[in-house]
């Protein structure tokens, strides 16, 4: 294993743009009003042993269970739909009953360690050293832990008004983002579903 600068922050890009954990402040400052403080701390090092774990046995776990890949996305895509659903409409379908607050579900999982995060790291996997894509991914986890330690001083900086625009907007992104999740997933699990007929 070779430690390389351009593959850590080549893999640390593509993890930043996948976790958006920016894009989801407005989700996070949602369930943090229904759920109490998030634990930032928990969070992001159950999500990190999550990512961690799934980089090295996720696709022979998912085997395990005989589900692939993409039918683990379509699952995370209607999470995220849901989620999507409560911030457009104001409705609570997601029950936060969880002794951890919501610090566990749905923000380590599946917000910041979802079937994006994992499909990526295994798309990664492909192409740079594990030790590489290792450390891009807990760079990306120390950024994450920052803002879920700042969401107070992010909603002052925004207020209220501000706050509710954005979880409006966000909601129509998270709700655009689970759609295209769903649809190229259910793309590839039709196509798979063909070609096992055709054999």
């Known amino acids: 294993m070779e430690i390389k600068f351009v593959e850590i922050v080549s893999a640390f890009?593509?993890?930043?743009?996948v976790i958006d954990i920016f894009g989801s402040i407005p989700i996070i400052?949602?369930?943090?009003?229904?759920?109490?403080?998030?634990?930032?701390?928990q969070a992001?090092?159950?999500?990190?042993?999550?990512l961690i774990s799934f980089l090295f046995v996720g696709e022979a776990l998912l085997g395990l269970f005989g589900v692939d890949i993409s039918s683990?996305?379509?699952?995370g895509s209607i999470?995220?739909?849901?989620?999507a659903f409560e911030m457009i409409f104001g409705v609570e379908i997601f029950k936060h009953d969880s002794p951890s607050g919501a610090s566990i579900v749905p923000i380590?999982?599946?917000?910041?360690?979802?079937?994006?995060?994992?499909?990526?790291?295994l798309s990664l996997r492909a192409e740079f050293e594990?030790?590489?894509?290792?450390?891009?991914?807990?760079?990306?986890?120390?950024?994450?832990?920052?803002?879920?330690?700042?969401t107070n001083l992010i909603e002052r900086i925004?207020?209220?008004?501000?706050?509710?625009?954005?979880?409006?907007?966000?909601?129509?992104?998270?709700l655009a983002m689970a759609v295209k999740l769903f649809l190229t997933n259910f793309g590839n699990v039709v196509m798979q579903y063909i070609s096992t007929i055709k054999m």
Not at 30 to 39: D, I, T, Y
């Open 13 to 17: 890009i593509v993890l930043f743009a």
């Open 29 to 41: 400052l949602n369930l943090q009003k229904k759920s109490g403080p998030v634990k930032a701390f």
């Open 44 to 50: 992001t090092s159950v999500a990190f042993i999550i």
């Open 72 to 75: 683990f996305a379509i699952a």
């Open 79 to 83: 999470v995220l739909f849901i989620m």
């Open 108 to 121: 380590a999982f599946p917000l910041i360690a979802g079937a994006g995060s994992f499909t990526t790291l």
């Open 130 to 150: 594990t030790i590489n894509i290792i450390i891009a991914l807990f760079l990306n986890i120390i950024v994450v832990y920052i803002v879920l330690k700042s």
């Open 158 to 174: 925004f207020s209220e008004g501000g706050i509710y625009i954005l979880k409006k907007f966000f909601g129509i992104i998270l």
